[in-house]
Structure formats: structure tokens, C-alpha cells
């Protein structure tokens, strides 16, 4: 076990954990952010997606040890009352189905609208690509990510 001291959602936490402990289960099971969840394991579904300083990343293939004094964003730290515009979009599109891989989906979307607050559909798709709806509901993220880049300030 190694001590960490890591910035998740503007805070500093000290976790003791392995190094090689994917962020994914340091921030379910040690500081008990439920949020981000499990899907693959291998970094191909997108459902742990996570700001690394601003960065859409897999949290279960980034291992705790190569974090350092990197800022960590996770869903339930993207807004205090669940305001951001890409959650008020996902809200008013009404997106979700079964909801599993939403978090992955609104961190990836808030990451791109974050770099580039007027995204080509061509971008939004690019952006997205790598996150995984097994529900299809690929259009309606799409629709939900265009109406969140109107509503950036």
C-alpha cells in the first residue's frame, strides 16, 4: 500500500491504496464516488470517463500512482446542483434510457464543449466516439450535446 494525496472535485484526499489501483476504484471504493462507473475495464466504453485537468479520460486503465497533483473531475463534481448546461441539455432531451453509461457521456460532451463551446456535428461525433450507449440513444447525445453548446456562457 502507498499513501496519495489526490484533488478530486476541488478537494484534497488521502488514499491508501496500491499504485497500480485504476482510479476508477479509488474513487468508488475508497472515497465512495459512485458516480463513474464500471463498464469494460480496458478504457473501450467510455462509462468511467473523468476530467484529468480538463481532459475526458478512462479512469479504469489510469492508474492512481500517475495522477500527481493533477485535478480530477468526476461527475458528481462537474456542478453543484446538477446545473451545467450539458446536464440541463441531457435533462431537456430527455436522453437517457437505462442511464448506465450517461455519466461517461455528459463527462465526455462537458470536456469537448469546455475546448470548443460551438462544435461541428463532425466534432460532437468525434468527441463522442469513444463512449458506448448500448441503448442507441446516439442521437439524442448528439441533439443534447447542440442544444448544451447553445446554452454556454
Not at 77 to 99: R, T
Not at 116 to 125: A, G, L, R, V, W
Not at 127 to 142: D, F, S, V
Amino acid at each position: 500500500m502507498a499513501s496519495y494525496s489526490i484533488n478530486v472535485n476541488g478537494k484534497t484526499q488521502q488514499v491508501d491504496v496500491l499504485p497500480d489501483t485504476p482510479l476508477l476504484w479509488v474513487l468508488r471504493d475508497s472515497l465512495g464516488l459512485v458516480g463513474t462507473k464500471f463498464g469494460c475495464g480496458i478504457a473501450q466504453c467510455g462509462a468511467c470517463t473523468v476530467h484529468l485537468n480538463g481532459t475526458a479520460v478512462r479512469s479504469c486503465s489510469l492508474p492512481v500512482s500517475t495522477i500527481g497533483d493533477k485535478k480530477i473531475t468526476t461527475i458528481e463534481g462537474l456542478s453543484e446542483k446538477g446545473d451545467h448546461p450539458v446536464q440541463q441539455a441531457w435533462q431537456e432531451i430527455d436522453v437517457p434510457q437505462c442511464g448506465y453509461c450517461q455519466a461517461g457521456q455528459i463527462m465526455s460532451a462537458s470536456a469537448l464543449l469546455a475546448k470548443n463551446p460551438k462544435p461541428t456535428e463532425d466534432q460532437i461525433s468525434a468527441a463522442m466516439n469513444g463512449n458506448i450507449c448500448r441503448c442507441g440513444t446516439y442521437h439524442r447525445i448528439k441533439e443534447a450535446v447542440v442544444l448544451a453548446s447553445s446554452k454556454m456562457k
